[in-house]
């Protein structure tokens, strides 16, 4: 086996992360909003009817709801929970490959790539608008409309970082909330951790963190709990198709051998 240098080995290493972020910025050449229609309405109403809150005409959705009601306490804890879901578990990968343990760190990083590109798959299969949306701009989808910070606009406030409206006031396409990809990072990061055989208050810190995420997700009016749902989902099948299938396969068993002796 071919020897390689110490930044070699980790730039091997990190390459599920770069075709993660490369796969995120070519879906700027194709628009999924040019391949299916955008959902709004029909997004709105599902929430409203599965998850909504009151009765009758008073009847809202949780980002309504948490929109009117909402507290400095929550405002700060919902940045703070958001700050962590793409940081922690990229800091995850980088403290397993460090430790040593290739096999959990390779394992790890591809997971992590395979839900995101089903991810992706699911916003072309159906491009859907967040809660901010309808909220802000009605049933009536138009492309060229920026990216909203919405609820957590008020951490931005509290704190006068504009770390959130630096991250969503650039963002390329906002029909992209389903699946929420926010609810699996933290999930698969989580599951990883207890994979690994990490401590039960390293597993216990990122099993809140998720769940402060998913709870951030509503709160803030990016996703809806189905958008939320459907990440949690997306996240079991592809860790399903990596662990149960894909590296069951002969071929591939050998190549994540070599993979592994490689970085």
Request: glycine share 10%; with cysteine.
């Amino acid at each position: 086996m071919v020897a390689l240098r110490p930044t070699r080995k980790l730039a091997l290493a990190l390459t599920p992360w770069l075709i993660f972020a490369c796969s995120y910025d070519w879906m700027r050449l194709l628009p999924n909003y040019e391949v299916n229609p955008i959902d709004v309405r029909g997004l709105y109403d599902a929430e409203k009817s599965l998850f909504g809150i009151g009765a009758g005409a008073a009847r809202m959705i949780p980002g309504e709801y948490f929109a009117a009601h909402h507290c400095g306490v929550a405002d700060f804890m919902a940045g703070l929970f958001y700050l962590c879901w793409v940081p922690v578990p990229l800091a995850f990968g980088i403290y397993l490959y460090l430790k040593g343990d290739r096999r959990s760190y390779l394992r790890f990083s591809l997971a992590f790539l395979l839900v995101n590109l089903i991810g992706f798959c699911g916003y072309y299969i159906h491009p859907a608008a967040p809660p901010w949306y309808a909220m802000g701009y009605g049933f009536e989808p138009h492309i060229h409309t920026p990216g909203n910070v919405a609820g957590l606009g008020r951490f931005d406030a509290m704190t006068g970082l504009g770390v959130f409206h630096a991250l969503y006031g650039k963002n390329a396409n906002v029909f992209a909330a389903v699946p929420s990809l926010h609810a699996a990072y933290m999930l698969i990061t989580t599951i990883y951790a207890v994979v690994s055989h990490q401590r039960k208050t390293v597993v216990a810190l990122f099993a809140v963190i998720c769940l402060g995420i998913w709870w951030t997700a509503v709160y803030t009016g990016h996703h809806y709990i189905i958008d939320v749902l459907l990440g949690i989902a997306t996240t079991i099948v592809g860790i399903l198709l990596l662990e149960r299938v894909l590296l069951r396969i002969p071929a591939v068993s050998r190549w994540l051998g070599k993979y592994i002796s490689l970085i």
